[in-house]
C-alpha cells in the first residue's frame, strides 16, 4: 500500500522535477528520497520499499548510456589534450592511462544518470507513473 505522506506534490498536482531528479542521481526513489531505487548496479526494484510507489513503469532503455557516455567524452577530451600537450606521455600510457579512466567516470555516472532520468519520468508523469497505463 502506497503512503502518500511522501509525495513532493499531492497525485492531482504537478510533482517537482528538480528534487526527483536530485533523489534518481542519488539513487533513491524519486517520490519520497528515502528508499533504494536499484536492487543491484542497474536493476530497478519493482517498487520503493519505503514508500510503495511503483518504479517498474520506467523506459529509461538507451538514454543513460547514450548521456554518460556523451558527458564522459566531454570531460576525457580536454583532459586528454591538456596531459598530452603539457606532458608528452608514451602513446600506450596516453590509451591505456584513459582508456581506465573513461571506464571508471563512465561507471560512476551511469547508475545515477538512469536514476535521475527515471526520477524524471516520474516528475513528468510518463510511462505509467501518473496511475494512467500506456497500453504496456
Known amino acids: 500500500m502506497r503512503d502518500s505522506s511522501y509525495d513532493i506534490m499531492s497525485d492531482e498536482g504537478e510533482r517537482e522535477v528538480r528534487?526527483?531528479?536530485k533523489h534518481g542521481?542519488?539513487?533513491?526513489?524519486?517520490?519520497?528520497?528515502?528508499?533504494p531505487l536499484f536492487e543491484?548496479?542497474?536493476?530497478?526494484?519493482?517498487d520503493c520499499p519505503v514508500c510503495g510507489?511503483?518504479?517498474?513503469?520506467?523506459?529509461?532503455d538507451d538514454g543513460p548510456a547514450w548521456a554518460t557516455m556523451l558527458i564522459a567524452g566531454h570531460i576525457m577530451a580536454p583532459l586528454m589534450l591538456f596531459v598530452f600537450e603539457t606532458f608528452r606521455p608514451e602513446a600506450w600510457v596516453m590509451a591505456v592511462g584513459f582508456s581506465l579512466l573513461f571506464?571508471?567516470?563512465?561507471?560512476w555516472l551511469l547508475p545515477r544518470i538512469k536514476g535521475a532520468f527515471i526520477g524524471f519520468?516520474?516528475?513528468?508523469?510518463m510511462h505509467g507513473f501518473g496511475g494512467e497505463q500506456d497500453g504496456v
Not at 40 to 46: I, M, N
Not at 53 to 60: F, K, T
Not at 121 to 125: D, E, H, P, V
Open 53 to 60: 510507489q511503483e518504479l517498474h513503469h520506467h523506459r529509461a
Open 40 to 46: 543491484g548496479y542497474l536493476t530497478v526494484r519493482r
Open 19 to 21: 528534487p526527483a531528479l
Open 25 to 35: 542521481w542519488k539513487q533513491k526513489c524519486p517520490n519520497c528520497g528515502h528508499g
Open 121 to 125: 519520468q516520474w516528475a513528468k508523469r
Open 103 to 107: 571506464t571508471l567516470v563512465s561507471l
